[in-house]
């Protein structure tokens, strides 16, 4: 391979995976907590978020924890914006997606 086809494949390469990129925790999903339902029992059920990523890229599955770790990210986010503090668990992941109930237990009916 001469070396313009090796920077084309560098270059191609670098934007699959800059596309890729991890989500980021904004300001409000920093203070989103993750919890089990026995634990929410006090709070107050605001609703739900969904949250998918790619679970393959260039039909190369992608690890299941780091999938797992993006969707928790992406639904804090959700949840903070939906005025919850706390998210838990509804579906377990599957291709990519899983559903969170959001709450609110800090002051929950203020």
Known sequence: MNSV?????????????AGCAA??????GTKVRVLTPEEV?????LGKTTSSVMNSVVGIDRAEESIAEELE???R?????????TIVPLTVV?????????????????
Do not use: H, M, W
Not at 5 to 17: P, Q
Not at 23 to 28: H, R, V
Not at 41 to 45: A, D, F, L, P
């Open 5 to 17: 086809n090796k920077l084309i494949l560098l270059a191609a390469i670098g934007t699959i995976f």
């Open 73 to 75: 990210t992406l639904s």
């Open 41 to 45: 029992t006090s709070c107050r059920e």
């Open 94 to 110: 599957e291709n990519g997606q899983r559903t969170f109930l959001v709450y609110k237990c800090i002051d929950p009916y203020n």
């Open 23 to 28: 989500p980021k925790l904004n300001t409000g």
């Open 77 to 85: 986010n959700s949840a903070a914006n939906l005025g919850g503090d």
